[in-house]
């Protein structure tokens, strides 16, 4: 068995895809590299053959239709072999000085008493065109270099939640709470760091800076005007998780740090929701805000009293154009959040 299985979705990823592979190879036979070819029309196949033949003992491919970010997720945990579990999407790559602090720690914990379910550890926004890139740490809110609970999780600032490139998660844990990422939508990486959450009990924060999430690349998901032009599936995501918090109010009323935790990150991804669409601008998108909050009341009053009179619900719900232009102002927290380009 290996020890961690990283699984890299390419969809039409020939131009940078050699440098995250590159980069993952530096873990040896520690490492399982699953490159899931989307349905790729360009070269990302025979690239992604070009490494499996090279490293047979490491790299494995998937060749599938398209079906998206979410379902590329899905192939590679299905075919996993790693005890643990790590997504890097092909445009971002890890350091490997970091890396293999990492696997040592793993290593060392994989046959301990306490069942590891979840590594956390930094991530660097590697944003083009900036001299000096953000660095995503963890250290005020979680013990460092120790197996912790969650009793034990101190307070996350808004705007800074466990993103999927800070998580490695127990592999048997995501297929033990059957997770399943929805196909042919984006933002599903939310779903990935949020659903897995109720079955996680041990933790363990590293403040290395090991994975580089890169924004600046033409057609990325996290432009700003792509956001707005697929807002319709930032709403699927949202009233999915809605949909969960919902749906296993037993699982989560016993461990109040954890719920608090999911809900004030469901209170972000509402705001990213109710702030695109407020930035569309249309009577459409604006109905269609009215149309997220009206959802969030039904499924749930209280969570909807949660997340609607807070800060931020209520800076997203003033009335009139003057009210929006406040609104505008909780767009800078889902910049701190998405790092839009």
Request: overall charge positive; hydrophobic content about 35%.
């Amino acid at each position: 068995m290996k020890l961690l299985t990283f699984t890299v979705p390419c969809y039409n990823s020939q131009g940078y895809m050699a440098k995250c592979v590159d980069s993952l190879l530096a873990g040896g036979e520690d490492a399982e590299i699953i490159i899931v070819d989307d349905g790729s029309t360009d070269d990302t196949a025979s690239i992604a053959d070009g490494y499996a033949e090279k490293y047979p003992s490491i790299v494995r491919v998937i060749h599938k239709e398209n079906g998206g970010h979410g379902s590329a997720v899905n192939a590679g945990l299905e075919h996993a072999s790693g005890l643990f579990f790590k997504v890097v999407d092909s445009d971002d790559w890890v350091k490997e000085a970091d890396y293999r602090q990492i696997l040592t720690v793993l290593r060392e914990l994989a046959g301990g008493e306490k069942a590891l379910d979840m590594l956390v550890s930094n991530f660097v926004y590697e944003k083009e065109g900036e001299k000096k890139n953000k660095v995503m740490r963890y250290r005020h809110a979680l013990p460092e270099n120790e197996i912790f609970t969650w009793d034990k999780v101190r307070h996350f600032h808004k705007g800074q939640y466990i993103l999927m490139h800070s998580v490695i998660f127990r592999t048997k844990l995501l297929r033990d709470c059957g997770l399943k990422l929805p196909e042919h939508m984006f933002y599903v990486d939310n779903l990935f760091v949020f659903e897995p959450l109720p079955f996680v009990k041990n933790m363990y924060y590293m403040d290395v800076n090991f994975y580089r999430y890169y924004i600046g690349r033409e057609g990325q998901s996290v432009n700003e005007t792509i956001m707005i032009a697929r807002i319709d599936q930032q709403i699927g995501v949202n009233k999915r998780m809605v949909d969960y918090m919902a749906e296993n109010k037993d699982k989560l009323k016993n461990n109040r740090k954890m719920r608090n935790y999911m809900i004030n990150y469901l209170e972000i991804i509402t705001t990213v929701s109710s702030i695109l669409l407020i930035r569309g601008g249309t009577v459409e998108h604006l109905e269609k805000k009215k149309e997220l909050w009206n959802y969030i009341k039904q499924k749930d009053r209280l969570l909807y009293g949660r997340l609607r009179y807070g800060i931020l619900g209520n800076s997203m719900n003033l009335p009139g154009k003057g009210g929006r232009k406040i609104s505008v102002e909780g767009y800078k927290i889902c910049r701190r959040f998405f790092k839009f380009n």
